[in-house]
């Protein structure tokens, strides 16, 4: 039976001891994100919103509050199990591409069907069409070196979304590409929730993908202020806390 | 094939592994070079038999090393004659001199009588047969080619022994001793040279040759029983060579040393590829970071981290033994002696993998860096 691709917060708190200061990241956040939408989590520096995209994809564990990912409470899940999680459902894009400057673009993305455990021929097959959808099929034999900004991007894009996860994560995807770049990448990451149903969920303070965002949710000091449908969404609703 | 991660990262960034490989080789040459020349320059003492044919050695008892080998009674040859399985038994002597050539004052030398007839079987295996029968003129010596500059001589030259005129009048092969110089001439000669030998009765050792070798162990216990270990020991070639080896090993103290310098270059070794391959992991973190957020368990990047130690520690290692094969070459040439055996070569080959794998396990700790929710800040 698979459960139902959902991905919602409900109280969640997260403080840091920073030189023995405590800082509250996040304070009381409860969030229901919906498949089949690029959803937007934005908002200035220290908002909390990477604190929030770190607790919802199980990459690390709230002070308080519950996340509930595809009908799993991720806080009843070990470490180990969180890992397993993640392996089976996550994908990340990160800002910095994080791409191994060794491998060719085919190799970055079949790599992670190898640590799925998928047969090799399968591998390369999933990652090869993985990067014919970001639109890289010609470029797969070059390694990150001899690729663009946005290529790598894409490239990291396809890495995340080679194994279908049904929940796509991604920090700050588009801060260092040109405005090109910026917009073929973020209207992949739509593309990618509008035609597998996967939740994905964007952290970014950039006003491109805010434009093209189905859902933008505003931050500000650990707190949602403003979640609103649509770009730019007149359906906006006030978050009073 | 999966993606080799380990090994393609590791020819792609071939100039950040380097140091590492060549640290590792570093470290197995200085291994394999000096325990091969230590156990060379030690094995000189055991020349005397690993150079002669001989099954068996009759010597003194408790006998420690080939060198230090004192006067038994004439009497055990014919005891051990009476076996059948001994075909022929040979004395051979050790004895003292001081060498006296052209250039002015003397030199220790040792002198090694051995039977001349063609066939003898003392230091059979350092002279052609043509050259050993020259011995059997009278004041007539051998001297180990590359001892002929030592003694400032040449085949023709004359000098005097213990103030005894002798010639010259050949050259033996893989002689050279670590201390003195080894002179060898027949068993008349070394008498006449050194009076501590010339008594007929004085023998330093008994070779023996068997019928068949193979019956050596059988022969030497039938003359181990305490009766006759009172006057004599009888061992086999390996035995007296080995006892010879060991003693000079553990009681000269080059040994200890040794053992000092391969710490030293263990330790070197160990710190130079950690280092590297900390810096190597501290490069990927972010990529690590990556493979841990897309669910990776910690084993797995372990696992890559260690991989490359391992093919450090096999590149390096094969560095490390074509250097050591070169050394031996050159050593070759130049008439050291260098006992480049399959022991030393796998005991630095573990050694040198265990640095490898240790610095792995070293760099290890730099993994906790590899936190996906550090990327999110």
């Known amino acids: 039976m698979t459960a139902p691709t959902s991905l919602s917060a409900s109280g969640l708190a997260k403080s840091y001891l920073v030189q023995s200061i405590r800082t509250q990241a996040l304070a009381d956040v409860s969030l229901t994100l919906r498949p089949g939408e690029l959803s937007l989590i934005s908002g200035p520096s220290g908002c909390g919103k990477s604190t929030l995209l770190s607790l919802m994809s199980g990459l690390s564990r709230p002070d308080s509050g519950e996340v509930h990912a595809l009908g799993t409470d991720l806080g009843r899940l070990d470490d180990a199990g969180r890992d397993a999680f993640r392996l089976a459902h996550c994908g990340f894009v990160f800002q910095g591409f994080n791409l191994f400057p060794a491998l060719d673009a085919l190799e970055q993305v079949q790599l992670v069907l190898d640590y799925r455990g998928v047969p090799q021929d399968e591998a390369r097959r999933g990652a090869a069409s993985a990067l014919e959808m970001v639109g890289l099929g010609h470029r797969s034999h070059l390694r990150p070196a001899e690729l663009s900004g946005g290529e790598k991007q894409r490239v990291a894009i396809a890495r995340a979304i080679v194994k279908r996860p049904r929940l796509l994560f991604a920090d700050e995807p588009t801060s260092a590409l040109d405005s090109v770049n910026g917009a073929i990448v973020t209207d992949l990451l739509r593309e990618i929730a509008h035609r597998s149903g996967a939740i994905v969920v964007c952290v970014s303070h950039d006003p491109r993908l805010i434009a093209r965002a189905d859902r933008v949710i505003e931050m500000e000091d650990g707190r949602l202020r403003r979640d609103s449908h649509g770009a730019p969404a007149p359906s906006a609703t006030e978050i009073h806390p | ?377």
Do not use: C
């Open chain 2, 1 to 377: 094939m999966a993606v080799a991660l380990a090994r393609k990262t590791l020819l792609h960034e071939w100039r950040r592994f380097l140091p590492a490989v060549m640290s590792v080789g570093f470290s197995g040459v200085l291994i394999i070079v000096q325990g091969a020349l230590l156990l060379g320059i030690v094995g000189t003492n055991a020349l005397p038999v690993t150079r002669s044919r001989a099954d068996l050695w009759v010597g003194f008892p408790g006998t420690q090393s080939a060198d230090l080998g004192r006067s038994i009674d004439a009497g055990a040859a014919a005891e051990l004659l009476v076996d059948p399985r001994v075909l022929r038994i040979e004395p051979l002597l050790m004895g003292s001199g001081d060498w006296r050539g052209l250039r002015g004052g003397g030199v220790s030398v040792t002198l090694i009588g051995v039977d001349a007839r063609p066939d003898g079987l003392g230091l059979a295996e350092a002279m052609p047969r043509a050259v050993r029968v020259l011995l059997e003129e009278p004041a007539t010596v051998l001297v180990d080619d590359g001892d002929l500059g030592k003694l400032a001589t040449a085949i023709g030259g004359t000098a005097e022994i213990n103030g005894q005129r002798v010639r010259v009048v050949g050259t033996t092969r893989g002689m050279r001793a670590m201390g003195g110089v080894n002179i060898v001439a027949s068993l008349a000669t070394v008498r006449a040279l050194d009076r501590s030998l010339a008594s007929a009765g004085a023998v330093t050792y008994y070779l023996a040759a068997l019928r068949s070798p193979d019956t050596a162990r059988a022969v030497k216990t039938r003359f181990s029983r305490p009766d006759a270990r009172q006057r004599f020991e009888v061992w086999t070639a390996a035995e007296l060579a080995g006892r010879s080896v060991r003693y000079w090993l553990l009681e000269s103290g080059a040994g200890v040393g040794f053992i000092f310098a391969t710490i030293v270059a263990l330790l070197v070794g160990t710190l130079i590829t950690s280092q590297t391959l900390m810096a190597a992991v501290a490069a990927s973190i972010p990529q690590y970071a990556t493979l841990r957020a897309i669910g990776v368990p910690f084993p797995a990047l372990r696992r890559i981290v260690v991989e490359q130690a391992g093919w450090v520690g096999a590149v390096g290692l094969a560095f490390g033994l074509a250097g050591s094969l070169l050394a031996a070459l050159l050593a070759h040439l130049n008439g050291i002696p260098f006992a480049l055996g399959p022991g030393i070569m796998a005991l630095s080959g573990g050694l040198v993998l265990a640095v490898a794998l240790l610095a792995g396990v070293l760099a290890l700790r730099r993994l906790r860096h590899a936190d996906p929710a550090a990327l999110l800040r």
